[in-house]
């Protein structure tokens, strides 16, 4: 797909690092799959991961977790 932020490039399947916080907790989940631009960088992830990430970060910060780099695995 045409990247929608930077209008020039497309996107590909690859991998990136997102990082999530929530209060005082911080996640940072590596190897996630996305689809990544060619030209800037931004990362697209589909529904399915974003709300697996979303998961695992709630219930990390239900446990008191306040920094976690993990990597990515489906939930």
């Known amino acids: 797909m045409?990247?929608?932020?930077c209008k020039h490039?497309?996107?590909h399947q690859g991998v990136a690092s997102i990082t999530l916080e929530r209060g005082s907790s911080t996640m940072m989940f590596k190897n996630?799959?996305?689809e990544v631009?060619?030209?800037?960088?931004?990362a697209y992830h589909?529904?399915?991961i974003t709300r697996s990430l979303l998961e695992q970060?709630?219930?990390a910060a239900q446990h008191?977790?306040?920094l976690d780099v993990r990597r990515y695995a489906t939930a």
């Open 57 to 59: 970060a709630n219930q």
């Open 9 to 11: 490039g497309n996107t």
């Open 64 to 66: 008191g977790v306040e």
């Open 32 to 34: 996630v799959p996305a």
């Open 46 to 48: 589909d529904a399915k």
């Open 37 to 42: 631009c060619e030209n800037c960088g931004e």
């Open 2 to 5: 045409k990247c929608p932020i």
